[in-house]
């Protein structure tokens, strides 16, 4: 079975600093790895994905998360933070068997506040 | 990009009511969607994963006769809660996701409808 690990509930983060979100999965083969953002009653957001090729994956709004196989980690990175990205985010898995389809399994969130 | 809407986006009905959520794909054909619940400062829960023409195939513990799903064209897929009581209110979300099973294409999502029982 495939999970997804969010460790930290919450990330608080001073406007102008490096933001990383943390994000660890688990799942058999190469996996599809998703970063999707919620704002308050919303739906979610897609930011990018990992399917294959370059670890650096670069997405909207200026975040990008870097693919690391052999720590099953697939991190969240903004270089400099804005208040605007004060939201919840959220990991996702898709394993790579045609089993899995194109369920996502999601991690718990992580609540990022970004402080003027 | 994709554009999937969902309405309404707020109900608020009395207990025993059916009420039916709607899931569009506005520019692109969906062949599946799915239908997700979440609860305060929670994660996204998956419900079921419809694919058009075809059954919804339900998770584990989601009854089926209480959330009816149908998705009887590539653009629309449909929630009704059945007799609705207060322990059904919720935040539902649904996606769609295009270009058959094994597409590596991301999860689009409607903005979700906030479901309250009174």
């Known amino acids: 079975a495939q999970s997804v690990a969010q460790p930290e509930d919450q990330v608080n983060v001073a406007e102008g600093n490096p933001l990383t979100v943390k994000c660890t999965y688990s799942?058999?083969?190469?996996?599809?790895l998703f970063w999707y953002v919620q704002y308050p009653n919303r739906g979610l957001q897609f930011l990018l994905k990992?399917?294959?090729?370059?670890?650096l994956v670069k997405g909207s709004y200026g975040f990008e998360a870097e693919f690391n196989k052999s720590q099953t980690s697939f991190h969240l990175k903004k270089p400099s933070a804005l208040v605007s990205d004060s939201a919840l985010y959220f990991c996702?898995?898709?394993?790579?068997?045609?089993?899995?389809?194109?369920?996502?399994?999601f991690g718990g969130g992580t609540r990022v506040l970004v402080k003027p | 990009g994709a554009v999937v809407s969902q309405h309404p986006s707020r109900v608020i009905c009395k207990s025993g009511t059916s009420v039916k959520i709607e899931c569009r794909s506005l520019d692109f054909q969906a062949t599946t969607m799915f239908w997700y619940r979440q609860f305060p400062k929670q994660s996204l829960m998956l419900m079921a994963t419809?694919?058009?023409?075809?059954?919804?195939?339900?998770e584990q513990g989601v009854e089926k006769d209480k959330f009816l799903i149908n998705h009887a064209s590539l653009t629309l897929s449909t929630l009704t809660v059945t007799s609705a009581h207060p322990e059904d209110s919720s935040f539902y979300i649904c996606s769609a996701s295009s270009l058959g099973e094994r597409s590596n294409q991301p999860q689009h999502f409607g903005d979700g409808t906030r479901l309250s029982i009174l």
């Open positions: 799942v058999s083969g190469n996996p599809y």
């Open positions: 419809s694919n058009e023409g075809s059954k919804a195939t339900y």
């Open positions: 996702a898995v898709r394993g790579p068997t045609k089993a899995a389809g194109n369920k996502l399994t």
């Open positions: 990992y399917i294959t090729g370059d670890n």
